[in-house]
């Protein structure tokens, strides 16, 4: 089975209603060999907020050092999205294994009228995949209600309800006392429920779950709003709360907050702002500490690193770009409360919802918009966008327009939107996740020069068997490989076969809001007239056609930008203060060795001087903050004169602001932005942020990372930091981004980023390979830290596949190397 037959298999269960009841999700799993038994799980209901909720649960119980599981739903590109393990999504191969063990039982239910559904089995695949990964917890989002949802299937180490409103009520009960109390049978046997539920709801909760924790706001610094008309908690406050959580405000992109229980307290940030969110992370915080043995500063680290996209997800500040996914009276409320911390003029409104919603209380929850624009998501139960317009032209004095498709609408509202008016996307994470795409859509080229890699770059996008046979022989001259709607694909398809070009369709069907890989194949020609005739056109093609056009070049502006990487590959010289780096460690510790060190790699050629004062070898001791800006200053202070940029290479804003300081002109993040100050640094400072993919700092050589394709995967998960450093107020050209050679890769995965460089092209920031004596050069006959020959080779490969800073040790010979792949591309300039 290939994995679109395996995808297609589990969609096609959504033709089975929702149901309520457990019995049977534990017949499949016991078909699995019950997986569930014997795993750790926390579940999480509530109206709103439980997906933010679980997001800062699993961030830091990850901070504290555990592999931890996540299921929540829906998502907003990948199905893979819902079931994750240490924040990387299921792999394909998985999904393929688990319906292959189901489809026979499967089938047999169906036959029998008795089918489980979509969310039943995707509920099985979460239990199983944990099992699989033996995590040390299960974080599970509730579906709808608790008592007779499928994630109840587990015995909960803990549970939290977050707020109740009037949800489901044909399923949960007309009334806020049923809804609670239905929600309230997630309580675990052995611990608390802990809940932000106050006034009837909360005592609904006590009197079915007994024991709990009350997690409330005490104070809320600002004017920020905080009635609620929505039919949520009555917000009785008579009694203290046990947790009580303060929001101080907004901070930049950065809500802050104070929590406090009986015997902790701590303050900190977080990327998701409003007073509600305070209370999530206080529910978070009080679950990680029943859960595990977590102190005050892992849990302030991990909230703040607990990024969820589509929640309050601030994309732009001119104008004010907005998504967020609320789709009930209460979530809608919430974020009208937010925005009020925001200064704007006009509120221009982007929403498509489903057909089961409350459009009126939807509108009426935000009714100071100005300008509404009603779409229709591309999914079956997505309402139509006539009937989105009429409940908002009667209940507000909004101007109303109309537009089938949310990227087409979301255009309208950009165009009449001044620079100091808010652009809000909302209604339902299927339009977040149609707006959101403008951001995030892949365009990766592909190295296609045989019949063979045509193959396989056209399978790789799950086309089927015949389509991939057929098309081979037409993958010529540019492929693009990216992730469109259907009804995208269906257009690109048909207009690039008009132009004589192709354009190949992943098979996955039965979609809904599922977008679809594609691998276009033309001239340069071809493609040119491709995006002319997707200008103007719908369904967010003329946003297609922009990043079509930045992706190959086409009539795009140059860099303002005088970077060194701009001409040509820049040779980036490691210079490594530290006495116990992998090759070079113990040889420049004095400042003097180093600066002398320095000194010679200037005259070598090298364009960047990166200074590290932390060893990031396997089995590496932390540095002390203190200790490595010892190392690090004095050098980059004496460096900061030479005809070089100096890049320090540190995990810890506290020891890159010193360094910027002092001199630094760029700053090499190993870890990926785990520091959550970094990106803000380094839009403070305006230099360039060198963001890496990163499994493990120091490396881990016993993390057994699981890949499909280590290349597409990495540009995945390279995705989210990049789109974070931009959110921050970088530009892409000063986002460097780095595959991470040896990071939580296998020797042969190391191999395969280098030899498919071109693709990290897809990001539009400059590229960066590390390779230096790594071990993989053992493959060829080089490893144990001392391999210049295979770095040599590989730099010459790096620089010809389109690498902009390769980051060498010995620079004379790298930078020859560089100038060699130069002089062949350009021999003209030999002259010159």
């Not at 089938?107 to 695949?125: C, K, M, N, Q, Y």
């Not at 390769?806 to 190397?817: C, G, I, K, L, S």
């Amino acid at each position: 089975m290939e994995f679109h037959e395996a995808a297609n298999f589990l969609f096609d269960l959504r033709r089975f209603a929702l149901r309520p009841g457990t019995e049977a999700t534990r017949d499949l799993l016991a078909h699995l060999d019950d997986p569930h038994v014997d795993l750790p799980c926390v579940q999480i209901a509530g109206s709103n907020g439980k997906g933010s909720t679980a997001r800062m649960l699993e961030r830091t119980l990850r901070e504290a050092g555990l592999d931890v599981g996540l299921y929540t739903s829906p998502h907003l590109d990948d199905v893979r999205e819902r079931v994750t393990v240490g924040g990387h999504k299921i792999t394909e191969s998985a999904i393929v294994e688990f319906a292959e063990e189901i489809r026979p039982y499967v089938i047999d239910r169906a036959a029998a009228g008795d089918s489980p559904t979509f969310f039943e089995t995707l509920t099985a695949l979460a239990l199983w995949e944990f099992d699989r990964q033996d995590v040390d917890v299960a974080i599970l989002e509730v579906g709808i209600g608790g008592k007779k949802d499928a994630t109840s299937v587990v015995d909960p180490v803990a549970s939290a309800v977050t707020e109740v409103t009037l949800e489901h009520t044909g399923i949960l009960g007309d009334t806020i006392d049923e809804i609670a109390r239905d929600k309230a049978h997630v309580a675990p046997d052995d611990a608390p429920l802990v809940t932000a539920t106050t006034g009837e709801a909360l005592a609904a909760v006590e009197d079915v779950a007994g024991d709990v924790v009350t997690v409330d706001d005490v104070v809320t610094v600002g004017d920020v709003a905080q009635t609620d008309d929505s039919g949520a908690d009555d917000g009785d406050d008579s009694e203290d709360p046990d947790v009580e959580v303060a929001y101080h405000g907004r901070a930049g992109l950065e809500g802050e907050i104070s929590l406090s229980g009986p015997d902790w307290a701590l303050e900190t940030k977080l990327p998701l702002i409003g007073a509600h969110q305070a209370r999530n992370a206080g529910i978070a915080a009080t679950l990680a500490r029943q859960v595990a043995d977590v102190d005050e500063a892992t849990i302030a680290r991990g909230l703040r690193n607990a990024h969820w996209p589509g929640r309050f997800e601030v994309m732009d500040e001119d104008p004010l770009v907005v998504l967020d996914g609320a789709h009930n009276p209460g979530g809608v409320l919430r974020v009208a409360e937010t925005l009020s911390e925001f200064d704007y003029d006009d509120l221009h409104l982007v929403v498509g919802a489903m057909v089961d919603k409350d459009l009126r209380s939807v509108a009426r929850a935000i009714d100071s918009v100005d300008h509404v624009v009603a779409c229709q998501p591309d999914v079956d139960r997505a309402e139509d966008e006539s009937v989105v317009a009429a409940a908002f032209e009667e209940e507000t004095d909004a101007e109303i327009e109309t537009r089938s498709d949310v990227a087409g609408a979301f255009d309208i509202a950009l165009d009449a939107a001044g620079e100091d008016d808010c652009v809000l996307v909302a209604g339902s994470l299927y339009a977040v996740g149609e707006a959101r795409s403008r951001w995030i859509r892949p365009k990766i080229p592909k190295r296609v020069d045989s019949i063979e890699s045509a193959r396989e770059t056209i399978e790789g996008a799950h086309v089927t068997d015949a389509g991939a046979w057929r098309m081979r022989g037409k993958a010529v001259h540019r492929v693009l490989k990216s992730r469109v709607q259907p009804r995208q694909a269906q257009y690109l398809k048909e207009e690039l076969l008009s132009l004589g070009g192709e354009c190949a369709v992943s098979g996955l069907n039965n979609q809904d809001q599922e977008n679809l890989d594609v691998v276009l194949m033309a001239t340069m020609a071809q493609y040119r007239r491709l995006c002319d005739k997707l200008d103007g056109q719908p369904y967010g093609l003329s946003t297609l056609a922009r990043e079509l056009r930045a992706a190959l070049d086409i009539q795009q502006p140059d860099s303002s930008w005088d970077y060194p990487w701009e001409d040509g590959t820049a040779v980036m010289g490691i210079l490594n203060v530290t006495p116990d780096s992998f090759h070079d460690g113990g040889e420049y510790d004095a400042v003097d060795d180093a600066v002398a060190r320095a000194e010679e790699m200037v005259a070598a050629g090298v364009d960047i001087i990166d200074v590290g004062g932390e060893s990031t070898r396997p089995g590496a001791d932390v540095v002390p903050v203190e200790e490595e800006r010892d190392r690090v200053v004095p050098v980059i202070e004496e460096l900061a004169d030479m005809d070089a940029l100096v890049s320090i290479d540190t995990r810890k804003a506290t020891v890159a602001r010193a360094a910027l300081e002092a001199g630094a002109d760029i700053l090499n993040d190993v870890s990926g932005l785990e520091d959550p100050e970094m990106r803000f640094l380094a839009a403070e400072y305006d230099v360039p942020l060198v963001v890496m993919h990163s499994e493990a700092v120091p490396v881990d050589p016993d993390n057994d990372v699981e890949y499909d394709d280590v290349v597409e995967d990495v540009v995945d998960q390279l995705t989210e930091k990049v789109l974070l450093a931009e959110k921050a107020g970088l530009d892409r050209e000063q986002i460097i981004v780095d595959p991470g050679l040896g990071f939580g890769k296998t020797r042969t995965e190391n191999f395969e980023l280098l030899g498919r460089l071109g693709e990290f092209e897809t990001f539009g920031c400059p590229v960066l390979v590390g390779h230096s004596h790594k071990s993989m050069f053992g493959h060829v006959g080089e490893g144990g830290g001392d391999a210049p020959n295979a770095t040599v080779a590989a730099t010459a490969l790096a620089a010809e596949r389109g690498a902009d800073i390769v980051r060498v040790h010995d620079v004379h010979e790298n930078a020859t190397a560089v100038k060699v792949v130069q002089a062949a591309d350009d021999p003209e300039s030999l002259d010159s």
